[in-house]
C-alpha cells in the first residue's frame, strides 16, 4: 500500500460546534475517520501541517497514514471544507482503508501531448478540457498517482473520451458502462464578430422601407374657407 503523508491526530471526545469552535481557536482542524468495521471517530489534527499539503493535489488521490494515540491507519480523503473568507480549514472528513476492500477515489487526469498534436500544431486548433479528474474503484495496493491520456495524435474536431484512458491493471471507471463521457476535445478557435460600425448603425436594414417624408406643414387651400 503506498502511504504519501502521514498526520499525527489526537482521539477527541467531545463533540458540537462550540467544540469544534474551541479547536479552531487553538489551531486544531475538528475531522472525522469513519468507514471499515469499526465505529466513527472524532480526531483533532493540526491545522499548519494540513495547510502545507491541501495544495498539493496527491492529498486528495493517495493513501494518507494517520497515527492517533500510537496506533496507525491507513486513510483516504473524503470531504474538506475551507472557510468562506479565510484561508483556514473547517473541518475534514475521513475513511479508512484496509488492504482487501477496494476503494472509490478521484484521480486527476494528467495530459500530455497537447502541443504537438496535428490538431493544434498545424491545424490551428484550440484544447478543451471537459474533466480534469474521475472516479476510479481499486483495491488500496493497485491505486496510481494519476491517469494519464496522450493528445499526441489528435486532429481538430476530434474528442477523447473515459473509455479512451489507459487503466493499469486492477483499476476500473465505476460509471464507465453508463456514462462514457468526454474528457478532452480539439475545436476551432471561435471567430469575434465585427464590431458594428456607425455607417452600420445608421444605414437601415435590407429590404426595409425608407423613412417617408415629412408632410408639409399646411397643405395648400386646407382650411381656406369657401366663397
Known amino acids: 500500500m503506498r502511504i504519501s503523508f502521514t498526520f499525527s491526530a489526537d482521539a477527541r471526545g467531545t463533540q458540537g460546534k462550540g467544540a469544534s469552535r474551541r479547536l479552531r481557536r487553538a489551531g486544531k482542524v475538528p475531522a472525522i475517520l469513519y468507514g471499515g468495521k469499526a465505529e466513527p471517530e472524532t480526531l483533532a489534527l493540526e491545522h499548519h501541517k494540513l495547510l502545507v499539503v491541501i495544495e498539493d493535489e496527491r492529498f486528495y488521490s493517495s493513501i494518507v497514514q494517520l497515527e492517533v494515540d500510537g496506533r496507525k491507519q491507513a486513510a483516504i480523503v473524503k470531504d474538506l471544507q475551507m ?3 479565510k484561508n483556514q480549514v473547517v473541518h475534514l472528513d475521513l475513511q479508512r482503508v484496509s488492504e482487501d476492500e477496494p476503494i472509490r477515489l478521484h484521480l486527476p487526469i494528467h495530459f500530455k501531448g497537447e502541443a504537438g498534436s496535428p490538431g493544434v500544431k498545424t491545424q490551428g ?7 480534469t479528474d474521475v472516479e476510479v474503484l481499486c483495491l488500496p495496493k493497485d491505486l496510481p498517482e494519476y491517469l494519464e491520456l496522450d493528445l499526441s495524435e489528435m486532429n481538430i474536431n476530434d474528442t477523447k473520451f473515459l473509455a479512451d484512458i489507459p487503466l493499469p491493471p486492477g483499476v476500473t471507471i465505476p ?18 464578430e465585427p464590431e458594428p460600425t456607425a455607417e452600420a448603425a445608421a444605414a437601415p436594414a435590407e429590404g426595409a422601407a425608407a423613412p417617408a417624408a415629412a408632410a408639409p406643414a399646411a397643405e395648400a387651400g386646407k382650411g381656406e374657407q369657401k366663397k
Open 125 to 131: 486548433g484550440v484544447v478543451s478540457h471537459m474533466m
Open 83 to 85: 472557510h468562506p473568507a
Open 175 to 192: 460509471h464507465l458502462a453508463h456514462r462514457n463521457a468526454a474528457v478532452v476535445s480539439i475545436h476551432s478557435p471561435r471567430v469575434a
